[in-house]
T-cell receptor
Framework: EPEVTQTPSHQVTQMGQEVILRCVPI?????FYWYRQILGQKVEFLVS????????KSEIFDDQFSVERPDGSNFTLKIRSTKLEDSAMYFC????????????FGEGSRLTVL | AQTVTQSQPEMSVQEAETVTLSCTYD???????LFWYKQPPSRQMILVIR??????QNATENRFSVNFQKAAKSFSLKISDSQLGDAAMYFC?????????FGKGTRLHILP
């Protein structure tokens, strides 16, 4: 069964460092998403991406965040200068349809900022 | 702004019994989708069941069913004949276009 894969599963970084989280969505999906979940809190929407551009983003997704699909298969989330409060589980998701389809999630990348 | 509220942080149910997880949401839209996702420990979220707001009939998937009350903006999940493998975090979610909003989740424990 096709699935969304994410790497790394866990990354530890120093505050101020750049981090790139990678995702390989399901191959025939066109809509891609990043969510994050701070420990013990709700799953929060960060950004949605379609046709090589951001279609929607939340207020959390500020200038230190960026997304891209560099090679047609990977979908990456970059955090330019990490802060302590960026420590969270980051989930990638993809969907075959914009309004009606379910989201298929990866297993998440745990980011720990020291 | 849309919100999704799950008022039960944790619940427990005896194996083979039935349990209902609550979810309410707030929206001014009339056309949207509602989901229940299950997240086992250290695993990704997987879809349990989905409901289109324009459908009056409650969705059912095997042992999982929902009670969708559109006017009350309520979307509860009923799990019948609970099994040990049902132990997980359950998230209620609302979708309108690109935005999916999740509740804080309910951790379900299954007692053998």
């Amino acid at each position: 069964e096709p699935e969304v894969t994410q790497t790394p599963s866990h990354q530890v970084t120093q505050m101020g460092q750049e981090v790139i989280l990678r995702c390989v969505p399901i191959s025939n999906h066109l809509y891609f998403y990043w969510y994050r979940q701070i420990l013990g809190q709700k799953v929060e929407f960060l950004v949605s991406f379609y046709n090589n551009e951001i279609s929607e983003k939340s207020e959390i997704f500020d200038d230190q965040f960026s997304v891209e699909r560099p090679d047609g298969s990977n979908f990456t989330l970059k955090i330019r200068s990490t802060k302590l409060e960026d420590s969270a589980m980051y989930f990638c998701a993809s969907s075959g349809a914009r309004t009606t389809g379910e989201l298929f999630f990866g297993e998440g990348s745990r980011l720990t900022v020291l | 702004a849309q919100t999704v509220t799950q008022s039960q942080p944790e619940m427990s149910v005896q194996e083979a019994e039935t349990v209902t997880l609550s979810c309410t949401y707030d929206t001014s839209e009339s056309d949207y989708y509602l989901f229940w996702y299950k997240q086992p420990p250290s695993r990704q979220m997987i879809l349990v069941i989905r409901q289109e707001a324009y459908k009056q009939q409650n969705a059912t998937e095997n042992r999982f069913s929902v009670n969708f009350q559109k006017a009350a903006k309520s979307f509860s999940l009923k799990i019948s004949d609970s099994q040990l493998g049902d132990a997980a975090m359950y998230f209620c979610a609302y979708r309108r276009d690109d935005k999916i909003i999740f509740g804080k989740g309910t951790r379900l424990h299954i007692l053998p």
